[in-house]
């Protein structure tokens, strides 16, 4: 069991409060086998990251700009498979509305996009690949998420799922949640708690803060999901 006071809570938002992993496997495999790249390796670098980066870390020589317009739109048309992470609604549904914001390395379209298809609340601050100059694993994206509640970023409970999003956390000064959804235990040690999914999450609120209790410590291999 572990114990953290904040003010708010900063989501990432695949795989933490919905599961698109078999849908960014499959756009990305297929825009990796048309450049004559290694799928597996462009699928491992896209989890937690822009599209942008992606595209640049993995293929230096084509016009990133360009390719992320193709890749978003594959995207936001393959909502197979797409569902709630494993307590996800519930949790929302605890939390008042202004006390919690949605910070994703995907665009504004595509986020809003799988949101409502998950029928999730699109929430009032959501952080997006359009609102930033850097990516996680670099801390803008969270401390613009702090920035835009008016919080201090002590004050701000990270979830996440993916290494890059746990290093953008912790560079902002914030403490992590970590979710087992896509990574095993091991690889997301680095969360102040490692859990499961947002079904071992609850959360109560008084006097203006938040008590969230991080239930179900795992170790070993990743988690089916819900």
């Given amino acids: 069991m572990r114990t953290f006071d904040c003010a708010a809570i900063l989501f990432d938002l695949d795989g933490v409060l919905v599961d698109s992993t078999a849908s960014v496997g499959r756009v990305w495999r297929a825009w990796a086998e048309q450049h004559g790249l290694d799928p597996d390796y462009v699928i491992r670098t896209a989890h937690g990251r822009r599209s942008v980066e992606t595209i640049r870390l993995c293929a230096p020589h084509i016009d990133a700009e360009a390719a992320v317009r193709i890749v978003e739109k594959l995207e936001i048309d393959d909502t197979l498979d797409l569902a709630v992470i494993n307590g996800a609604r ?113 959360v109560s609120a008084q006097d203006g803060r938040l008590r969230v209790m991080a239930s179900t410590v795992v170790t070993g291999a990743v988690v089916e999901r819900a």
Avoid: F
């Avoid at 379209?109 to 952080?127: D, G, H, K």
């Avoid at 850097?134 to 799922?161: F, Q, S, T, W």
């Avoid at 235990?185 to 999450?201: K, P, W």
């Fill in 90 to 202: 519930e949790l929302l549904s605890s939390i008042p509305a202004d006390k919690w914001a949605v910070v994703t390395s995907g665009t504004r379209a595509l986020a809003t996009s799988r949101m409502r298809a998950a029928n999730l609340p699109v929430p009032s601050i959501l952080v997006t690949a359009n609102e930033v100059s850097e990516g996680k694993p670099h801390p803008e994206p969270y401390l613009k998420g702090a920035e835009l509640m008016g919080l201090a970023p002590a004050d701000c409970l990270v979830v996440e799922d993916t290494p890059a999003g746990i290093q953008a956390a912790r560079a902002a000064g914030m403490p992590v949640i970590a979710l087992t959804t896509t990574y095993s235990s091991d690889t997301v040690r680095e969360g102040d708690a490692v859990v499961r999914h947002l079904g071992d999450v609850t």
